[in-house]
């Protein structure tokens, strides 16, 4: 279903105007949006501190095995 059917398809079943719900429908897009890029960034992050934390312990397992 494309938007404007959409948009058409809410304003029928809640009696609001398509533009009404158009800018609700926008607005959520935006807040999902920001959300999943945080999500992604706090992700991304997490990972490179994990990945950092794994190869310095590699590397002292390689040290001691050196040694």
Do not use: H, Q, W
């Amino acid at each position: 279903m494309n938007k404007r059917k959409l948009m058409e398809e809410v304003a029928r079943r809640t009696g609001y105007t398509p533009e009404v719900c158009e800018k609700i429908l926008d607005t959520f897009e935006e807040v999902l949006s920001d959300t999943v890029s945080n999500k992604m960034k706090d992700a991304s992050e997490t990972f490179r501190s994990n990945a950092a934390e794994a190869l310095e312990l590699i590397r002292g397992v390689f040290r001691k095995t050196a040694k």
